[in-house]
Nanobody
Framework: VQLQASGGGLVQAGGSLRLSCAAA????????MGWFRQAPGKERELVAA????????YYVDSVKGRFTISRDNAKKTVALQMNSLKPEDTAVYYC?????????????????????WGRGTQVTVSS
């Protein structure tokens, strides 16, 4: 599974960014998808997740009401719309999928085994 994240950048606090994750041409994306982030000196955390159908979503408390995850299975893309950005949102963001679990990123919280990671994209929010 090959994933590529894009859309990061530098934005002022209160601004917005939209991250996109695309699957390679011959990669299926009919799995749960997640967006993670890792800030310097901090552990990687799951920010948002979306089920295959797009009907079920998860958000970490710190981004609820500000971030929206969505997917387009026909285009094999997953997006993370980030509004009202805060300096504490500064991190490298990664998209990920797990092909061996239908509960990945929901009840399955094993983020190490069988997880495919896209290349990260830097998000920097200035105060």
């Amino acid at each position: 599974v090959q994933l590529q994240a894009s859309g990061g950048g530098l934005v002022q606090a209160g601004g917005s960014l939209r991250l996109s994750c695309a699957a390679a041409v011959r990669t299926s994306l009919y799995y749960n998808m997640g967006w993670f982030r890792q800030a310097p000196g901090k552990e990687r955390e799951l920010v948002a997740a979306v089920s295959v159908s797009g009907l079920n979503t998860y958000y970490v408390d710190s981004v609820k009401g500000r971030f929206t995850i969505s997917r387009d299975n026909a285009k094999k893309t997953v997006a993370l719309q980030m509004n009202s950005l805060k300096p504490e949102d500064t991190a490298v963001y990664y998209c990920a999928t797990k092909t061996t679990s239908t509960q990945a990123f929901f009840s399955d919280t094993d983020y190490e085994k069988d997880v495919y990671w896209g290349r990260g994209t830097q998000v920097t929010v200035s105060s």
